[in-house]
């Protein structure tokens, strides 16, 4: 699975939208990008997840370049709650992967007041 | 509603000992996987089951450890002669598919095990 790049920390006001980065410049044309987060404590949650299309839900949106090389994550207004490491993946299936995800350090994002 | 659960929740053995963690997937869901988080990393793969059937342990980091989902829903994963380094979190997750990377992926709350 391809290697992701994201930065370790950053801070987003309440209220305002987070848009949190995530290079994967080895992704190959069968692997999604993934996001899950991992609240302090918690064990991760999946946000979403593209393949080259953007894609919407409840949570949040994901953004992925035309060449698929790199992508954002936007919760579109930050509330203190979704303060937690989040994690950029990018996973495809083959018969020796079983859909298993490859975490990296993630981003800390900080929500304040 | 149910979401995966793991027990126990917080678990300490002393160096050498064997312990038992044990993981009850969302029902029906076929895929379940193992992952162990050390402080202030992102969770690591351990193994796969595909219904009773193990089929990747690529991740174990050695033969001290064992898992097994006998009957194809609760699962266990047992570490024999505990060392230090293996104190770390232990993430249970399952899915509903067959282990293909589009299916999300629903994590339990995790046991902290911590070796003296």
């Given amino acids: 699975d391809a290697k992701t790049t994201q930065p370790p920390s950053m801070d987003c006001a309440e209220g305002r939208a987070a848009n949190l980065p995530c290079n994967h410049s080895t992704i190959s044309g069968n692997e999604y990008v993934y996001w899950y987060r991992q609240i302090h404590s918690q064990g991760p949650q999946y946000i979403i997840h593209g393949l080259k299309n953007n894609e919407t839900n409840e949570m949040a949106s994901l953004i992925i370049t035309e060449d698929r090389k790199s992508s954002t994550l936007i919760l579109p207004h930050a509330t203190l709650r979704d303060t937690a490491v989040y994690y950029c993946i990018a996973a495809g299936y083959t018969t020796d992967s079983w859909g298993k995800l490859q975490f990296g350090a993630g981003t800390q994002v900080v929500v304040t007041p | 509603g149910a979401g995966v659960s793991q027990s126990p929740r917080y678990k300490v053995a002393k160096r050498g000992q064997d312990v038992a963690l044990r993981c009850d997937p969302i029902s029906g869901h076929v895929s379940l996987f193992w992952y162990q988080q050390a402080l202030g990393q992102g969770p690591e793969f351990l193994t796969y089951f595909q219904n009773e059937a193990q089929l990747d342990k690529s991740g174990l980091p050695s033969d001290r450890f064992f898992a097994e989902r006998p009957e194809g829903s609760v699962s266990t994963l047992k570490i024999q002669r505990t060392q230090q380094e293996d104190s ?12 293909a990377a589009y299916n999300e992926q629903f994590f339990g709350p995790g046991t902290r095990l911590t070796v003296l």
């Fill in chain 2, 88 to 99: 770390a979190v232990y993430l249970c997750a399952s899915s509903l598919g067959g282990g």
